[in-house]
T-cell receptor, first 114, second 112 residues
Framework: KTQVEQSPQSLVVRQGENCVLQCNYSVTPDNHLRWFKQDTGKGLVSLTVLVHENDKTSNGRYSATLDKDAKHSTLHITATLLDDTATYICVVVDRGSALGRLHFGAGTQLIVIP | EAAVTQSPRNKVTVTGGNVTLSCRQTNSHNYMYWYRQDTGHGLRLIHYSYGAGNLQIGDVPDGYKATRTTQEDFFLLLELASPSQTSLYFC???????????FGPGTRLTVL
């Protein structure tokens, strides 16, 4: 059963536009949530981590929110650049196990066009 | 800066072939992981390890073996490769809580 759902699956925006990516999860107990950026065929690069209820983070043009009650997170990208073209992956850490298991979403593929 | 390296970066083999994927981390982390990534799926955990000599089964272990020879080195073995194992493989390491996982650049494996 998929425990981390991301939407949309793919998104095309014009350079300079803003966009919002969604992540809903059912992982229990959840500890914190991370957003990663993955360029095509490359590794995962951490963008931000959200830990507490109603956390909001900002990393340059990337900002994220977390609603633990709703088990929902959003990633906002402001004034998109061509280099933002990538897959954005939502990851929820389950601290219920000693390992701290990671549950990965399938990702949102963002394409930024000129 | 934490570092995880993988080799080879690309590998092509035939059905029934024997493949070893290598991972090395210089983070002094005890935990290491092997994942596979396929279109439409999130990363899926194959095997993981708590330390040298330790091996734990992940969520999709069938057809894979792994060995952790040292704290730094974790290997994934495909002894009879099948086309269904064509995928992008990632190695990662982390602290004991798995809070901060550092990922390698990936190995693209194609089984013909």
């Amino acid at each position: 059963k998929t425990q981390v759902e991301q939407s949309p699956q793919s998104l095309v925006v014009r350079q300079g536009e803003n966009c919002v990516l969604q992540c809903n999860y059912s992982v229990t107990p959840d500890n914190h949530l991370r957003w990663f950026k993955q360029d095509t065929g490359k590794g995962l690069v951490s963008l931000t981590v959200l830990v507490h209820e109603n956390d909001k983070t900002s990393n340059g043009r990337y900002s994220a929110t977390l609603d633990k009650d709703a088990k929902h997170s959003t990633l906002h990208i402001t004034a998109t650049l061509l280099d933002d073209t990538a897959t954005y992956i939502c990851v929820v850490v389950d601290r219920g196990s000693a390992l701290g298991r990671l549950h990965f979403g399938a990702g949102t593929q963002l394409i930024v066009i000129p | 800066e934490a570092a995880v390296t993988q080799s080879p970066r690309n590998k092509v083999t035939v059905t029934g072939g024997n493949v070893t994927l290598s991972c090395r981390q210089t983070n002094s982390h005890n935990y290491m992981y092997w994942y596979r990534q396929d279109t439409g799926h999130g990363l899926r955990l194959i095997h993981y390890s708590y330390g040298a000599g330790n091996l734990q089964i992940g969520d999709v272990p069938d057809g894979y073996k792994a060995t952790r020879t040292t704290q730094e080195d974790f290997f994934l073995l495909l002894e009879l490769a099948s086309p269904s194992q064509t995928s992008l493989y990632f190695c990662a390491s982390s602290d004991p809580g798995g809070v901060e996982q550092y990922f390698g650049p990936g190995t693209r494996l194609t089984v013909l």
